[in-house]
């Protein structure tokens, strides 16, 4: 499916801390390439959270973290919030598929 | 502020064009500062690239839709556009234009459109 691998769901309660996980290879993050994250809330557009592996997009707030090691990469949330639920997304870039821009396949974040 | 405008049909028949357009205020496509993209998203399903544009009209695209996919721009018009031909049941999808954080492959999609349904049925 995507060549990005994401889990499908992580939940966690108000004012906890979770972690979404990106996996590639060696021809996409592992191959150095940046590693972007997005957030989508039901029925809207993705938002640039994370970008460069680590920067916050502007007017992200900081519990929103990112970190990339070998060929994963991770959002972090913490101080988690009831507007937090929505799905995540990764993207990166794979040197082996012509330009191709990739996408995780998402993590749905429930806030319990 | 930034405003990525989509327009477009968003009910076709298989075998149809579809035909997207966006249109960007608050920036300059011919500026050169950005690369434009479009993106879509089956109901329910993850994100696709879809292709990408320089205001010069220089463009490439997914492998798998590289022979139905024409991506165009109108810097008069401040303007860029998808035209996907054939289309089938499988294109339907929310599409979605976006532009590239910088001028510099690869790199984040920093602003996005509102996304148009496209659905394609007989």
Do not use: M
């Amino acid at each position: 499916q995507f060549v990005l691998t994401q889990p499908p769901s992580v939940s966690g309660a108000p004012g906890q801390r979770v972690t979404i996980s990106c996996t590639g290879s060696s021809s996409n993050i592992g191959g150095g390439y940046d590693v972007h994250w997005y957030q989508q809330l039901p029925g809207k557009a993705p938002k640039l959270l994370i970008y460069g592996d680590s920067n916050r997009a502007s007017g992200v707030p900081d519990r929103f973290s990112g970190s990339k090691s070998g060929t994963s990469a991770s959002l972090a949330i913490t101080g988690l919030q009831a507007e937090d639920e929505a799905d995540y997304y990764c993207q990166s870039y794979d040197s082996s598929l012509s330009g191709s821009v990739l996408f995780g396949g998402g993590t749905k974040l429930t806030v319990l | 502020q930034l405003l990525l405008q989509q327009s477009g049909p968003g009910l076709l028949k298989p075998s149809e064009t579809l035909s997207l357009t966006c249109t960007v205020s608050g920036d300059s496509i011919s500026s050169g500062y950005h690369y434009w993209v479009w993106i879509r998203q089956p109901p329910g399903k993850g994100l696709e690239w879809i292709g990408t544009i320089y205001y010069t009209g220089s463009s490439y695209s997914i492998p798998s839709l590289k022979s139905r996919v024409s991506i165009s721009v109108d810097t008069s018009k401040n303007q860029f556009s998808l035209r996907l031909s054939s289309v089938t049941a499988a294109d339907t999808a929310i599409y979605f234009c976006a532009r590239l954080r910088s001028a510099a492959l690869p790199d984040a999609f920093d602003s996005w459109g509102q996304g148009t349904l496209v659905t394609v049925s007989s």
